[in-house]
């Protein structure tokens, strides 16, 4: 079971950290995904299980930062610099052993949490 938790209030060019909890993520590669009203969910970010690379939406790229910690299986989500357009809720998904090729796609994800909100006021 996934747990995400972090989101908020906050103003254009502040900050956030999002987590990701579950049982065990030693063996999943776990992405950040996020969805506004009336949009289809869009890629964030995601970590490989086994830490070899990490992966970026095109629209939060030097801006987010995605770490983990196994040893605590919890995945951050830093976002910095934070624009009105990332106003969304903000899901956690984990895959077990994913290829780095499909890890932007829903579909690759067996696991979601349930999402945390995120309102980013101009």
């Known amino acids: 079971q996934l747990q995400a938790f972090g989101g908020g209030l906050v103003q254009a060019g502040g900050s956030l950290r999002l987590s990701c909890t579950a049982s065990t993520i030693r063996t999943y590669t776990i992405g950040w995904f996020r969805q506004s009203t009336g949009k289809e969910r869009e890629f964030v970010s995601a970590t490989k299980w086994n830490s070899s690379g990490k992966f970026y939406g095109e629209s939060v790229k030097g801006r987010f930062t995605i770490s983990r910690d196994n040893a605590k299986n919890t995945v951050h989500l830093q976002m910095n610099s934070l624009k009105p357009e990332d106003t969304a809720v903000y899901y956690c998904?984990?895959?077990?052993?994913?290829?780095?090729?499909?890890?932007?796609?829903?579909?690759?994800?067996?696991?979601w949490g349930q999402g945390t909100p995120v309102t980013v006021s101009s």
């Open positions: 998904a984990a895959a077990q052993r994913a290829i780095s090729s499909s890890v932007t796609y829903t579909d690759t994800y067996y696991y």
